[in-house]
């Protein structure tokens, strides 16, 4: 089955960039997409297709995918952006796949 | 706009049978997929299944297969996920999903604001 790893948390001072990754085998060949999720709340897309937003979601965010690795990147990060982040990737043989999630810390 | 309204939450006992809804409003209810997705306390995003309420397509995440029930009635734009006999291991708050297919995979872009569901003695 195709996994998707995450780091636990990454913490990014106030105004600085955060980097997100998401690490699977070969996921560059893969589209990726992106959730949001605050606490007490439902996740929210922040980015489809590697690198594409819908609409109302900032242009600090934006999305990286290749080789082995995703990347989401938040720049000039907020306190609003705290957050959980999920990526998520669509495989032949596990279907839908969900990776473990990444708490960001503003500091 | 568009809209998923999940229904309100429930407290069960193990054993006891449930069935919870997403209502979809403001979009074409039977031209899009809806998936179910499990969120335990304290963790991560779990598939569970995905239906077309166009034709009652349904596929279940290998996981989930025999656990739950996934259905939808079109009439009244209503996707719904069922258990019929619950455990404690189900308590989780379980969010419903539009789902946007394309060539090579799918991704959730409008989310319900999610069902808690307590499953205790």
């Known amino acids: 089955s195709y996994e998707l790893t995450q780091p636990l948390s990454v913490s990014v001072a106030l105004g600085q960039t955060a980097r997100i990754t998401c690490g699977g085998n070969?996921?560059?060949?893969?589209?990726v997409h992106w959730y949001q999720q605050k606490p007490g709340q439902a996740p929210v897309l922040v980015i489809y297709?590697?690198?594409n937003r819908p609409s109302g979601i900032p242009e600090r965010f934006s999305g990286s995918n290749s080789g082995n690795t995703a990347t989401l990147t938040i720049s000039r990060a907020q306190a609003g952006d705290e957050a959980d982040y999920y990526c998520?990737?669509?495989?032949?043989?596990?279907?839908?796949?969900f990776g473990g999630g990444t708490k960001l810390t503003v500091l | 706009e568009v809209q998923l309204v999940q229904s309100g939450a429930e407290v069960k006992k193990p054993g006891e049978s449930l069935k919870i809804s997403c209502k979809g409003s403001g979009y074409s209810f039977t031209s899009y997929w809806i998936g179910w997705v499990r969120q335990m306390p304290g963790k991560g995003l779990e598939w569970m299944g995905i239906i077309y309420p166009g034709d009652s397509d349904t596929r279940y995440s290998p996981s989930f297969q025999g656990q739950v029930t996934i259905s939808a009635d079109k009439s009244i734009s209503t996707a719904y996920l069922q258990w019929s006999s619950l455990k404690a291991s189900d308590t989780a708050m379980y969010y419903c999903?539009?789902?946007?297919?394309?060539?090579?995979?799918?991704?959730?872009?409008?989310w319900g604001k999610g069902t808690t569901v307590t499953v205790s003695s």
């Open positions: 998520q990737v669509w495989d032949s043989s596990t279907d839908v796949v």
């Open positions: 070969n996921i560059g060949s893969k589209n």
């Open positions: 999903a539009r789902v946007l297919r394309y060539s090579v995979g799918y991704y959730m872009d409008v």
């Open positions: 297709r590697d690198s």
